[in-house]
Nanobody
Framework: QVQLVQSGGGLVQAGDSLRLSCVASGRVFYAMAWFRQALGKDREFVASIRWSSGSTSYADSVKGRFTISRDNAKNTVYLQMNSLKPEDTADYYC?????????????????WGRGTQVTVSS
């Protein structure tokens, strides 16, 4: 059974940092990513990492502030979030994709975590 188990998140003030974790069990994926969904808004892409190469991509809104990384031994992907802003407030989801794609922001993902709440106060 494939399972993505998330941890981290919480309530912080603007300018603070958080690190989210997502442990993937069951198999190795082509790529993993983080998405977020604010209340009343559509889900949006945050960051992705290609497992084999380690190449990363970021949404413009988080470039320079967020870092996605992986730990091969632990089969875990992280999202380090620095300089958090109130507009970062959302439920954050990790996702995994099986198949190659040139871009990883708008394509479908095969597995999803349950989500982690991140709230940033002003």
């Amino acid at each position: 059974q494939v399972q993505l188990v998330q941890s981290g998140g919480g309530l912080v003030q603007a300018g603070d940092s958080l690190r989210l974790s997502c442990v993937a069990s069951g198999r190795v994926f082509y790529a993993m990513a983080w998405f977020r969904q604010a209340l009343g808004k559509d889900r949006e892409f945050v960051a992705s990492i290609r497992w084999s190469s380690g190449s990363t991509s970021y949404a413009d809104s988080v470039k320079g502030r967020f870092t996605i990384s992986r730990d091969n031994a632990k089969n875990t992907v992280y999202l380090q979030m620095n300089s958090l802003k109130p507009e970062d407030t959302a439920d954050y989801y990790c996702a995994a994709r099986n198949v190659f794609s040139v871009r990883l922001d708008t394509v479908d993902y095969d597995y999803w975590g349950r989500g982690t709440q991140v709230t940033v106060s002003s």
